[in-house]
């Protein structure tokens, strides 16, 4: 059985930082898989945050550069997502996605490319 499970979320300050983790189940980290991280607010659609690519490159949105960073340990089947400076924008639920590709190095920011999803972990930050 496929699965991702998120955790880490909570309530924070501005300001304050929070460290997501996304624990698959069923696959195994290979260099086949794209990873990401995506959010989505109330009344908006879910957009990418943060994606690794199947050799471990991180590629961000614009809203967090130099603010988050996505982290995998392969061992662990777990991917993180370190966030720093947070503001009340950064609000959201927390999903982690993943798709398992055929060519070592694909990936996209596109949410509906991904296929194996997670529950999600809510974010508030006031």
């Known amino acids: 059985h496929v699965q991702l499970v998120e955790s880490g979320g909570g309530s924070v300050r501005a300001g304050g930082s929070l460290r997501l983790s996304c624990v698959a189940s069923?696959?195994?980290?290979?260099?086949?898989?794209?990873m990401g991280w995506f959010r989505q607010a109330p009344g908006k659609e879910r957009e990418a945050v943060a994606v690794t690519n199947p050799r471990g490159l991180g590629y961000y949105g614009d809203s967090v550069k130099g603010r988050f960073t996505i982290s995998r340990d392969i061992a662990e089947n777990t991917l993180y997502l370190q966030m720093n400076s947070l503001v009340p924008e950064d609000t959201a639920m927390y999903y982690c996605?993943?798709?398992?590709?055929?060519?070592?190095?694909?990936?996209?920011?596109?949410?509906?490319?991904?296929?194996?999803w997670g529950q999600g972990t809510q974010v508030t930050v006031s």
């Open positions: 069923g696959f195994t980290f290979s260099s086949y898989y794209a």
């Open positions: 996605a993943a798709h398992q590709t055929s060519v070592g190095g694909t990936w996209s920011l596109d949410p509906t490319w991904y296929d194996i």
